[in-house]
């Protein structure tokens, strides 16, 4: 019996040997690969943390010295903060917040310039429209509205709908098209929630246009609209 078991147990081996020998360079790469994979993913967790904790501490820098008005050290900060952590949300923000310190300080062009790059590289859609709209109520200031409405254009964060559709109506109306203008303020106004008080002020847009949305109670009720 013992002989038995033994020969049993040495077919089971060959058999092994000849399996690994055929096999063994294959899962020993996959085994390599899953276990690299693994820890290049712990290895990026731990990047992304390390970016976002030091991104992080650089925002409240910036934060503090919009607070203080400081548009030369916020432009700094975010200047930094570009290079060296550009695909973080803290950057995303930066970007938003330098721009509202220079644009208050007389400073369009550099205001111009940080909400350009928010538009253009931001991950979150959110952050790119908020930018876009900002960017284009500069741009209608500068009475360049071409400009401004290509920037609309690609203003895409549903949540900001009805914002981008008020600012349409804005470049529109400052361009004498009266029509388009009531149409966007229209849109505007049925897509805002209307407990949000800034519906109140696209309610006057639209009146002082001739288009008061009382005026309209059957494109109020389809749109389902509580007056």
Known sequence: MATHLDLDEQEQLDQLKAFWKQYGNLITWVLVLVLGGYAAWQGW?????????????????????????????????FADMKERFP???????AALLA???????????????????????????????????????ILLDEKKYDEALKQ????????????????????????????????????????????VEYRRLVEAKLAALGAAPDADKPVAASAGVAK
């Open 99 to 137: 721009a509202k310190v220079q644009f208050e300080k007389g400073q369009p062009d550099a205001a111009r310039a940080s909400l350009t790059w928010a538009s253009e590289n931001a991950l979150e859609s959110a952050y790119k429209t908020v930018a876009r709209l900002r960017l284009a109520g």
């Open 45 to 77: 967790n731990w990047y992304q943390r390390d970016q976002a904790f030091k991104a992080g501490a650089m925002f409240d820098e910036l934060d503090k010295a919009a607070q203080a008005g400081d548009a030369q050290k916020s432009a700094r900060v």
């Open 87 to 93: 695909r973080t949300a803290f950057t995303e923000q």
């Open 152 to 195: 609309l254009d690609g203003a895409d964060a549903k949540e900001f709908a009805a914002l981008v559709a008020d600012r349409r109506g804005d470049i529109l109306q400052a361009q004498g098209k009266k029509d388009q203008a009531k149409a966007a303020y229209l849109q505007a106004w049925k897509t805002m929630d209307e407990t």
